[in-house]
Every structure is written in structure tokens, then in C-alpha cells.
């Protein structure tokens, strides 16, 4: 397929700009600023786009198969970023993206939504239920299919790999390889045709990791943090003491949903995985090598 990326530039987009070239579609980038010179981004055309103004959208998106939606102020821009940039770019740069679509032919989407979806009034949640709902008029009255992927807590992590993401998935957390396999599945779902009669859908899935522990292992973990660790992964509190993991609350459960099903997708990164990583960095190199990982995106 002939896939349009907006907001290419970002997180999420150098990631899917890879993961679809690597599957053999015709990829157009676009975005407000010119991409950077890498190899994920080489001989791709590329649109300049402002999607506030809905400018270039036209150009960019003629004789695409589908859009991949990405451009967003999100949580972490909640200190710099007024409920006007939120409107501007969430909402206003939605609907001229869906537009600029239609316009084109384009009859499949996949959005980039999150879970704050469920905070709908707050400045981000709100203009994330919105921009399905964008994408739900679409497709009621343009015939448009499309998926909306929620992702929850995608965050950076920095320099601090053991807290800032591992611990960060009991809490919440998602990997962003989750999110990236999650969107990956969406394009492939989408590629495949309607039956013929049938009404163009919809499909919403939730990015969450997928925990291999329920909450009847999780009893009584506010009490001994390192005890209810043992129960779940044996043999892993010697390693959280001495990293320093912060177990202190209890942890939350992420299960997979009914859009996950649909189009294929399955959470393989969770705590476990992480813990697995560790001990096999720790035992290689030591504390020295695990305090120097860092943060790939």
C-alpha cells in the first residue's frame, strides 16, 4: 500500500516510517519541520504539512491507500503546551487530515489516540475522544474504516532504565515496541478487503501490555512489596533490592481487549520480560553496564 505518515518526525513515526518500509509499503512522510537526514527517512518523499492550517495535506496524501494519523500534544506537553495548541493540533489538525482523505479517495485510517481518552475533561483526554469521533463521522459519512489505537503511559525513559521504565511497567507502562507491533497490526488488518456488502468498521485497541499475573497474586502486596514480588517472579527480590525497584504500590493488571483480537495483536514486553533483561545484563556486566542503558527513542 501507498501509506501517508503524519507527524513522521516523531516517536511513534521514525518507528512505524521503519517498520512499514521494512514491509515493503510505499511510504510519503509529512510533517511540520523537515526530517532528519537518516537512513529511516533516505530517497522518502516527503510533504511539508501544517496541520493546524491543514496546509499541504492535499498534496501529501494524493494517491495514498491509507493514513496513518500520529501528530499530537500529549501528556508530557501538558506544562508547555495551552488548551489552544491542544485544539489546534489534536482536533483541528485531525479533521483537516480526515478531510484532506476523503478529498483523496483514502477510505482507511489508523489514529493515534491514547487512554486519556478516559480523562475526556482534561485538556488531552478531551481532544483524544474528540478526534475519534473525527474519525467515527468519517466513517459514517464518507465510508471510511479505520482503527483507533489507545496507547497508555508511552514515555520516554531517559537515562534511567531500571525505574523510569522498568518499574514503570507495573505501573501502567507500555513499550513502545508494544505500541509500534500494535499499529503495525492495525495497518496489516486494514489492508485486507471488505467483504463485498459489507458496512466500512470501526475497531478501537487498547496498546496496554498484557500481565502475566492476576489480582489474587497481587493480595496483600501493599504489606510486603518484596514477598508478593517472590510469589509472582521467584527468585527476582535479591535483584529489586539491589537496583533499588520501587514496589511500594501495588501494581496494576493490563489485559488485552476485544479490538485486540480482531486485528491480531498481543503484548509480548512486561515486567517479567524486563527482569529477564536485568539479571542477564547484570550477570554480563554488572551494575556499571546496567546504570549505562539508555533510552533508544
Given at each position: 500500500?501507498?501509506?501517508?505518515?503524519?507527524?513522521a518526525?516523531?516517536?511513534?513515526?521514525?518507528?512505524?516510517?521503519?517498520?512499514?518500509?521494512?514491509?515493503?509499503?510505499?511510504?510519503?512522510?509529512?510533517?511540520?519541520?523537515?526530517?532528519?537526514?537518516?537512513?529511516?527517512?533516505k530517497?522518502?518523499?516527503?510533504?511539508?504539512c501544517?496541520?493546524?492550517?491543514?496546509?499541504?495535506?492535499?498534496?501529501?496524501?494524493?494517491?495514498?491507500?491509507?493514513?496513518?494519523h500520529?501528530?499530537?500534544?500529549?501528556?508530557?506537553?501538558?506544562?508547555?503546551?495551552?488548551?489552544?495548541?491542544?485544539?489546534?493540533?489534536?482536533?483541528?489538525?485531525?479533521?483537516f487530515?480526515l478531510?484532506?482523505?476523503?478529498?483523496?479517495?483514502?477510505?482507511?485510517?489508523?489514529?493515534?489516540?491514547?487512554?486519556?481518552?478516559?480523562?475526556?475533561?482534561?485538556?488531552?483526554?478531551?481532544?483524544?475522544?474528540?478526534?475519534?469521533?473525527?474519525?467515527?463521522?468519517?466513517?459514517?459519512?464518507?465510508?471510511?474504516?479505520?482503527?483507533?489505537?489507545?496507547?497508555?503511559?508511552?514515555t520516554?525513559?531517559?537515562?534511567?532504565w531500571?525505574?523510569?521504565?522498568?518499574?514503570?511497567?507495573?505501573?501502567g507502562?507500555?513499550?513502545?515496541?508494544?505500541?509500534?507491533?500494535?499499529?503495525?497490526?492495525s495497518?496489516a488488518?486494514?489492508?485486507?478487503?471488505?467483504?463485498?456488502?459489507?458496512?466500512?468498521?470501526?475497531?478501537?485497541?487498547?496498546?496496554?501490555?498484557?500481565?502475566?499475573?492476576t489480582?489474587?497474586?497481587?493480595?496483600?502486596?501493599e504489606?510486603?512489596?518484596?514477598?508478593?514480588?517472590?510469589?509472582?517472579?521467584?527468585?527476582?527480590?535479591?535483584?529489586?533490592?539491589?537496583?533499588?525497584?520501587?514496589?511500594?504500590?501495588?501494581?496494576?493488571?493490563?489485559?488485552?481487549?476485544?479490538?485486540?483480537?480482531?486485528?491480531?495483536?498481543k503484548?509480548?514486553?512486561?515486567?517479567?520480560?524486563?527482569?529477564e533483561?536485568?539479571?542477564?545484563?547484570?550477570?554480563?556486566?554488572g551494575?556499571?553496564?546496567?546504570?549505562?542503558?539508555?533510552?533508544?527513542?
Amino acid at each position: 500500500m501507498r501509506i501517508l505518515i503524519t507527524g513522521a518526525g516523531s516517536n511513534i513515526g521514525k518507528g512505524m516510517t521503519a517498520r512499514l518500509r521494512a514491509a515493503g509499503h510505499d511510504i510519503v512522510t509529512s510533517d511540520l519541520n523537515r526530517l532528519p537526514d537518516s537512513e529511516t527517512f533516505k530517497n522518502l518523499p516527503f510533504v511539508q504539512c501544517d496541520l493546524q492550517a491543514g496546509f499541504g495535506l492535499e498534496r501529501a496524501v494524493a494517491g495514498c491507500d491509507l493514513l496513518l494519523h500520529l501528530p499530537a500534544w500529549h501528556g508530557i506537553h501538558w506544562g508547555q503546551k495551552t488548551e489552544v495548541d491542544y485544539w489546534r493540533l489534536n482536533i483541528d489538525g485531525t479533521f483537516f487530515a480526515l478531510q484532506a482523505a476523503k478529498e483523496a479517495g483514502v477510505k482507511r485510517v489508523v489514529f493515534l489516540s491514547s487512554t486519556a481518552w478516559y480523562g475526556h475533561y482534561d485538556k488531552y483526554g478531551f481532544t483524544k475522544r474528540i478526534g475519534e469521533e473525527l474519525c467515527e463521522y468519517h466513517r459514517r459519512n464518507h465510508g471510511m474504516r479505520y482503527v483507533a489505537v489507545r496507547p497508555n503511559d508511552l514515555t520516554p525513559w531517559g537515562n534511567d532504565w531500571v525505574n523510569r521504565y522498568g518499574s514503570r511497567l507495573l505501573y501502567g507502562g507500555v513499550d513502545r515496541e508494544d505500541v509500534l507491533d500494535c499499529i503495525e497490526r492495525s495497518v496489516a488488518y486494514l489492508e485486507a478487503p471488505l467483504a463485498e456488502g459489507s458496512e466500512a468498521e470501526n475497531v478501537v485497541v487498547h496498546a496496554v501490555r498484557h500481565d502475566p499475573y492476576t489480582e489474587e497474586q497481587l493480595a496483600d502486596w501493599e504489606n510486603d512489596p518484596q514477598a508478593g514480588l517472590e510469589r509472582i517472579y521467584p527468585g527476582s527480590s535479591a535483584l529489586a533490592q539491589k537496583y533499588g525497584i520501587s514496589l511500594q504500590r501495588k501494581p496494576s493488571v493490563s489485559r488485552a481487549d476485544e479490538g485486540a483480537g480482531i486485528i491480531g495483536f498481543k503484548a509480548t514486553r512486561h515486567f517479567g520480560v524486563f527482569l529477564e533483561e536485568l539479571r542477564r545484563i547484570d550477570a554480563e556486566g554488572g551494575e556499571a553496564t546496567v546504570r549505562a542503558v539508555t533510552c533508544s527513542y
